[in-house]
């Protein structure tokens, strides 16, 4: 998984800054995939992924696009395995500081330290938040 890499073809919605926007079309491997964390889901039957744009791309190209295993394995860990080891460790640790209410306390104390790391991410993260964006590979141009 570490070392996998993940392509996926879709066309350009929304291309401005350096980043562009995909549309890219559900089909029966979305079930299974580990990048779906990277997805938004629409309306209708397709997905939208906001990548990096190397190329400079126009709205209604055709990409190839390349998801790392590394990049997801470790958003996956910074969404999920961080906040758990926390919560766990504020139940812990609010059951040894607390000795009346333990368990409505040390709950509180476990669920503040998550919001805490998540209000942390949303504040000081932005800055990598582009870096670790799919990235563009091939494009193909209708014109």
Request: aromatic share 10%.
């Given at each position: 998984m570490?070392?996998?890499e993940l392509y996926e073809e879709g066309i350009v919605k929304e291309a401005k800054d350096?980043?562009?926007?995909?549309?890219?079309?559900?089909?029966?491997?979305?079930?299974d995939c580990t990048a779906k964390i990277y997805c938004?889901?629409?309306?209708?039957?397709?997905r939208s992924l906001s990548v990096r744009d190397p190329y400079g791309v126009q709205p209604?190209?055709?990409?190839?696009v390349v998801i790392n295993g590394s990049r997801i394995l470790s958003a996956?860990?910074?969404?999920?395995?961080?906040?758990?080891?926390?919560?766990?460790?504020?139940?812990?640790?609010?059951s040894e500081i607390f000795q009346t209410n333990m368990e409505l306390y040390s709950s509180l104390f476990a669920i503040g330290l998550v919001l805490i790391y998540m209000?942390?991410?949303?504040?000081?993260?932005?800055?990598?938040?582009?870096?670790?964006y799919p990235e563009i590979v091939f494009v193909s141009s209708p014109r």
């Open positions: 570490y070392r996998e350096g980043i562009a926007i995909i549309s890219i079309q559900d089909s029966d491997r979305c079930e938004k889901t629409g309306n209708t039957d397709e209604g190209d055709k990409v190839r996956s860990f910074m969404l999920y395995g961080i906040p758990l080891i926390l919560l766990l460790a504020g139940i812990f640790i609010g209000l942390f991410i949303l504040l000081f993260r932005r800055k990598e938040k582009i870096n670790s």
